[in-house]
Structure formats: structure tokens, C-alpha cells
């Protein structure tokens, strides 16, 4: 088919032990998953609807990437999370089967222009400058849920400069990743491509120039990223 430009280049992620990529659809994410983190965000972790918003697709970076700091902002917070990356999908999806979606697991981080962020929150505005900006969405190499299963527990993890900032659980998490592809499968047809970030731990802050990221996730693997 004639286009009148060549198709912009698609969004890729390493898959660990192949030299296949993951082609990524879309970006679906959870706000405040975890109940301290809600809490240092100045809001009630009572289990309640859960939040979500998007990024672009093309805002993915992959691991070892240094990034420019972002326009717009003098207030870029890191919050590594959990990212599902699936493998199909559907529409209304049990939670009892959403787990036969995941294709696997990575960690990435969710880069916020939290001042931006706060603003749209006091102005009743939607967040979508604040959290879907070019190459906000770091991610790390897929694990294959064939090879590290579907962890509910373990140490989630970010150091920046090498000094610990986060730490967590993933048994923290309010709604589980099964809840959250439920859930989310009834306001969007999810499909095979998607990734779905899934909350952060509490310790969540700023970044500046010069500085280096370096996350963990137990069991599922490691995110890097520097910022220029």
C-alpha cells in the first residue's frame, strides 16, 4: 500500500535469551498502586477503582539508553514498576484467564514531569503531557513467562547514583497484574503488543542531569538508564 511518507520505524523490546524483539502496540499504566506510595503522594491507599492512563508507544527506550532531560519540566521524577507485555488479548477478560495473556515480564520506568503533573491535578486537567512526553517510558528486556512464570512476590528496586531511592515488594501492589488486565479489558480491547506498567513503590523523586538510574526487579530482571 502507497503511503505519503514511510511508516514511522516500530517500537521494539529485547526478549532475554533470543534475538526476537517484542513489537509494542501501546503503553497502559496504573496510578498508585502501592499503599505507601499513594501515601507519600498525599492520597488515601484505600483498595478503590483503579486509575489508568497512557503513553505513546514510541516513548519506549530500551535498557542502557541515556536520555536528554525533558522540555517542559524542572521537576522529572523516576518510578520503576513492574511492565507486563502481552502476548494477546480480548476484551473483558476473567481475572481467572488474564494471566494467560502475559507473553512476560520487565522492568521499566514510568518518567513523570511531576510538576506538570501536580498542576493538571489542581486544575482538574488530564495528565497526559505530564507522563506521555518522548522516551518516557525506559524498559528493560522481556522476560519470557515461560521461563520466570508470573511473580506475585519479590524485591522491586531503584538506586539512583548507586545510592537506594526505592524498595518495595511486588506482593504490595493493591491489584494484581490478573486484576489489572481484567479491569483494564473492559474499557479497551487489549491485544498482543501491549504493555501494561503496573504501579511503583513508595521513595518515588527527582532527577537532574548527569545522573544514572538503576533498577531491579527480583526474578524478571534490570532496567539502566542515564539522563544527560
Known sequence: MKTVFPPPPQPLVAVAGTGARFPVRRIFCIGQNYAAHAREMGTDPTRSEPCFFTKPGDAVVPDGSTLPYPSATSNLHYEIELVAALGSGGANIPVSSALDHVFGYAAGIDLTRRDLQAAAKKAGQP???????????????????????????????????????????????????????ARLSQFVELRAGDLIFTGTPEGVGPVKPGDRLAGVIDGVGTINIGIA
Open 127 to 181: 495528565w497526559d503531557m505530564a507522563k506521555g512526553f518522548d522516551r518516557s517510558a525506559p524498559v528493560g528486556i522481556i522476560a519470557p513467562a515461560s521461563e520466570v512464570g508470573h511473580p506475585n512476590r519479590g524485591a522491586i528496586r531503584l538506586a539512583l547514583n548507586d545510592t537506594p531511592c526505592q524498595r518495595g515488594d511486588l506482593g504490595d501492589m493493591i491489584w494484581s497484574v490478573a486484576e489489572i488486565i
